[in-house]
């Protein structure tokens, strides 16, 4: 059984807040899928690699060519506030702290 | 215009001849729209450039060497369209405008095909069911209190009430077969790497295919035609030789070597659609083929691991969501971390975060070699289980799903349940393999899908197998609200 504690721990590793009610919710699901995939257990995998993409590619090299074909203003369409070539963010330092 | 009399060959001689212009195919298809699309609900958004592209396609002459020109298609919404908004169904990109096109798209525009518009789906193709989009509920085009399913159920829809001929879907664990098959359509999920992903919204990397949704199986052939091959700018794109993909189309599949699981027809398959499926075998028989029964032992297995790493993969990818450069950003927040805290839980909807956890757990410390080294493992056996059957024979088939559609709101709340869902078109994923969903009857009046799954870059082996099926029956001529 995983924990109220250990999902909001994950939580926190997510960048996700969630509610006291919420968390409970949480934690019945992913302990309900983990319970699923406990059985992975049962498979003997002694030896058997990890497959991590399935269809064999070697790295592939290429020449690193610089390329102008995007530009700073189209870049900026999607930047929620910002000023000239600046991305605007909130004050970093918290403003609950002295 | 009535889609569900033609196909793009028979539009593409009526367009070469002059007798149609793609500006009233297009006219049509938005008026189309217009008419069906509000008791379907597929797009979420329409290219209001659609009709002025379809005049340049015009002016400039149709191109008789090009199939796709001047034919209007729809494509899913987790794939950019430059200066067209793509929202992949989260509220994260509900204003986000690309400034590129994705590989795909440029393929299609260069093709001449007219982009109509945007096509609803679970939110970051996290679902089966299209009820995770963050916008609207997508009905199945047979019965619109039932799912079309998901993710890619806006394609699938769209292209079952006649809107298009044709869609692109993605497919991570089964999000162009299964509501292909829910909604009586054709479904092909390329080889992974056949087709780039580069302009596609990332969920699960190693995993993600993008392919189309058609009525006929040809129709598939011509479109996967445009938009398979290498790309730069997608490094596990291969550098294959791309084929004609109908060369084997109308070919006798006479000596055909298929397979039949018997964990396909197993515990929690519709007797119906098991019965549905033998059937099929039996025309395949009929037809010059060996049909014989194979153990791909380790299929119980490939629920759980893929939801580990696909939920891993999208726990990464899912990042880069942080409101800050793009997308949604929280209002009223105290402070940067709270930027992404807040940006994110309220950005995300409910199962693309029970993603994001389950995946930040599985990769994290302590738990890494339990759960995404053991799936990553499984993985491996699930492959070995295809290269065996495949050593000796040519196609594997079997049911799309385990049930006809259900019933939208029946299990949305029970991510479990509807995670089984995926159990028969998850292993294609896992190893990567080409497959396809063709309509194969009706069960209860719902559509069944026949899952046909070849070799790696075998990709016209199904086509020519799909083909021969759908010649022998009469499905197509079956359409939502009755016989056409």
């Known amino acids: ?98 | 215009m009535d889609y569900f009399t033609t196909n793009i060959d028979a539009l593409h001689d009526q367009l070469v001849a002059g007798t149609i212009t793609s500006a009233d195919l297009t006219k049509d298809t938005l008026a189309k729209i217009a008419e069906i699309d509000p008791e379907i609900d597929a797009f979420l958004n329409l290219n209001d450039q659609a009709q002025a592209q379809a005049e340049a396609v015009d002016a400039a002459g149709i191109n008789k060497d090009q199939p796709l020109s001047g034919i209007p298609v729809a494509i899913k919404d987790n794939i950019v369209t430059k200066d067209l908004t793509t929202t992949a169904a989260s509220k994260m990109l509900e204003n986000f405008v690309p400034i590129y096109d994705a590989t795909v798209v440029e393929k299609l525009n260069a093709a001449g095909a007219i982009n109509v518009g945007k096509l609803n789906m679970d939110e970051f193709a996290m679902g089966s069911s299209t009820e995770n989009s963050a916008f609207k509920t997508t009905k199945n085009a047979w019965d619109h209190t039932k799912v079309p399913g998901g993710s890619s159920g806006g394609s699938a829809a769209a292209v079952a009430s006649g809107q298009v001929l044709a869609a692109l879907g993605t497919d991570t664990g089964g999000s162009i077969r299964q509501p292909a098959a829910f909604n009586g359509i054709v479904g092909f999920k390329p080889t992974y790497g056949r087709v780039s992903r580069w302009g596609l919204i990332a969920f699960g990397s190693s995993l993600d295919a993008i392919g189309t949704l058609t009525r006929s199986v040809k129709d598939s052939a011509r479109v996967l035609n445009v938009i398979a091959g290498h790309d730069e700018k997608d490094s596990t794109s291969a550098d294959f030789d791309v084929p004609d993909f109908t060369e084997k189309i109308g070919q006798s599949i006479k000596g055909m070597k298929i397979a039949l699981p018997e964990e396909y027809l197993g515990e929690g398959v519709d007797p119906q659609i098991v019965a549905a499926i033998q059937k099929a075998a039996d025309q395949f028989r009929a037809l010059g083929a060996t049909v014989d029964t194979v153990s791909l032992p380790h299929t119980k297995y490939a629920v759980p691991a893929y939801y580990i790493i696909a939920s891993s993969e999208a726990s990464s990818n899912l990042q880069r969501f942080d409101g800050i450069r793009y997308g949604f950003r929280a209002k009223d927040v105290k402070n940067l971390t709270d930027v992404y805290v807040r940006s994110r839980s309220e950005g995300f909807g409910p199962e693309v975060k029970r993603r994001i956890m389950l995946g930040t757990f599985s990769l994290s410390a302590g738990f890494y070699d339990a759960y995404f080294k053991k799936a990553a493992q499984v993985r491996t056996l699930i492959t070995e289980d295809f290269n065996k059957v495949f050593e000796n024979y040519d196609l594997v088939m079997g049911p799309t799903t385990p049930t006809t559609a259900f019933g939208i709101g029946e299990k949305v709340t029970d991510p479990l349940t509807m995670y089984m869902n995926d159990i028969l078109t998850i292993p294609v994923n896992l190893a990567g393999l080409p497959a396809a969903s063709i309509p194969a009857g009706f069960v209860d009046n719902m559509p069944v899908g026949l899952q046909l799954i070849a070799k790696h870059f075998d990709e016209s082996t199904i086509y020519q197998a799909a083909d021969a099926f759908e010649s022998q029956n009469d499905y197509l001529d079956l359409i939502p609200g009755g016989a056409r």
Request: proline share 3%.
């Open chain 1, 1 to 98: 059984m995983i924990s109220k504690d250990s999902v909001a721990h994950v939580a926190e590793l997510s960048r996700l807040a969630f509610s006291d009610a919420e968390l409970d919710q949480f934690t019945n699901q992913l302990d309900d899928i983990l319970n699923m995939v406990d059985q992975l257990e049962t498979v003997d995998t002694t030896g058997v690699p990890a497959t991590t993409q399935s269809i064999h590619l070697q790295n592939v090299m290429r020449e690193d060519v610089a390329v102008n074909d995007t530009k700073t203003e189209d870049l900026f369409k999607n930047v929620p506030t910002s000023k000239g070539t600046l991305i605007q963010v909130p004050a970093i330092i918290d403003k609950e702290e002295d």
